[in-house]
Nanobody
Framework: VQLQAFGGGLVQAGGSLRLSCADSRRTISNNAVGWFRQAPGKEREFVAT????????TYTDSVEGRFTISRDRSKSTVYLQMDSLKPEDTAVYYC?????????????????WGQGTQVTVSS
């Protein structure tokens, strides 16, 4: 499994970004995929997860209503649309494949992590 996260950048507060997580070897179509983030000096935290077929999604409270996770199985890609961004959303964002078709917010439920992509939100 090889996951690549990209799409980060610098944006002003209130702006939007869309992150992508590409599965270059097309091996996780039956796995849940999650997004996590890690701010400087803080632990990695759960952001959102989506089930293998996109039928189930879960978000952490702080992004509920602002972020949307989705997947295109034909492209083996999972997206994280981030709207109404806040400075506190600044972090390195990572995607990871779940160990099964569904996965919750626990880091232990995920394997095969992609490299991170930096998101910086200026005030």
């Amino acid at each position: 499994v090889q996951l690549q996260a990209f799409g980060g950048g610098l944006v002003q507060a209130g702006g939007s970004l869309r992150l992508s997580c590409a599965d270059s070897r097309r091996t996780i179509s039956n796995n849940a995929v999650g997004w996590f983030r890690q701010a400087p000096g803080k632990e990695r935290e759960f952001v959102a997860t989506i089930s293998w077929n996109g039928g189930s999604t879960t978000y952490t409270d702080s992004v509920e209503g602002r972020f949307t996770i989705s997947r295109d199985r034909s492209k083996s890609t999972v997206y994280l649309q981030m709207d109404s961004l806040k400075p506190e959303d600044t972090a390195v964002y990572y995607c990871a494949a779940g160990r099964g078709s569904f996965a919750g917010p626990s880091i232990a439920s995920y394997t095969y992590w992609g490299q991170g992509t930096q998101v910086t939100v200026s005030s």
